[in-house]
C-alpha cells in the first residue's frame, strides 16, 4: 500500500467512526490544518479540519446506516490523487457514488479534496 | 452548454485538431498562459502553453490515428471540474480511457489539468 493510500484508509476509517474525538484524532493525522474541501452541495469551501469534521458528523446524524467505501483503490502520481467512492446501507444497497480528487502535501497530508457525485 | 462546458469542448477541439498553428489559437483560447499540466506519465509537470502544445504533438505524431473524445459530458462546481475520457482508434476501437480533473479561474480558463489513465 503506498503512503497516500494509506492515507486515504484512514480519512475513509475517520469517516466512518462513530465517534467524534476519534473521528478528529484521524483526520488529524491525514488533513493539513487548511485543507480545503468542495463538493457540489457546499455554498462555500470549508478549509479548517474542525468544519471538515462537522460536515461529516450531520450528514452521518442525517444518514446514520450509510458507510463511506472505496469503489476502486486511489490513483495517485506527482502529489495529486483520484478515487471513486460509494455510500453504502448496511444491507449493501449504494446509496450514492462519486469521485474524489484531491492533492497531499510533502508530508502526505491532504490540502485538498474535491468531491463530485454521479448523476442518477 | 455551460462555459466550463464550452471551454472543455474548445480544449477537446485543439487536441483533435491536425494543424498545430489551430491547436496553439485553440489552446490560447481555453488555457491560462502557467496552466499546469501533469499526467502520470510526465517526469515533471508542464506550465505554459507551448509545451502543452508540443506534448500533444508528439503524442499525436506517435499515434496518428487516436482522437480524444468525452465519455461522459464535464461535472464542475467552485470552478473545478472532472471529465472522463476516452482515445479512440478510426476504426472506434478505444485505445485509452481516462479521467481529467481541472480547474479554472474567473475568466473560465483552465489554470490546472491533472490526467489519470484507468488501469487496465
Known amino acids: 500500500m503506498s503512503e497516500i ?5 484512514d480519512y475513509v476509517l475517520g469517516w466512518n467512526s462513530s465517534k467524534p474525538e476519534d473521528r478528529l ?6 488533513l493539513a490544518e487548511n ?17 471538515h ?3 461529516i458528523e450531520s450528514f452521518r446524524e442525517k444518514f446514520p446506516e450509510i ?3 472505496l469503489s476502486t483503490a ?3 502520481h506527482h502529489g495529486h490523487f483520484k478515487l471513486t467512492w460509494k455510500m453504502v446501507k448496511k444491507n449493501g444497497d449504494v446509496f450514492l457514488g ?4 484531491g492533492e497531499v502535501n510533502q508530508q ?5 479534496l474535491v468531491g463530485f457525485v454521479d448523476k442518477k
Open 108 to 112: 502526505n497530508k491532504i490540502t485538498k
Open 74 to 76: 486511489a490513483d495517485s
Open 67 to 69: 458507510s463511506l467505501q
Open 98 to 101: 462519486g469521485n474524489f480528487f
Open 25 to 30: 484524532l484521524l483526520m488529524k493525522k491525514v
Open 53 to 55: 469534521c462537522q460536515l
Open 35 to 51: 485543507c480545503l474541501y468542495l463538493d457540489s452541495h457546499l455554498p462555500k469551501p470549508v478549509d479548517n479540519i474542525e468544519t
Open 5 to 9: 493510500e494509506q492515507v486515504i484508509e
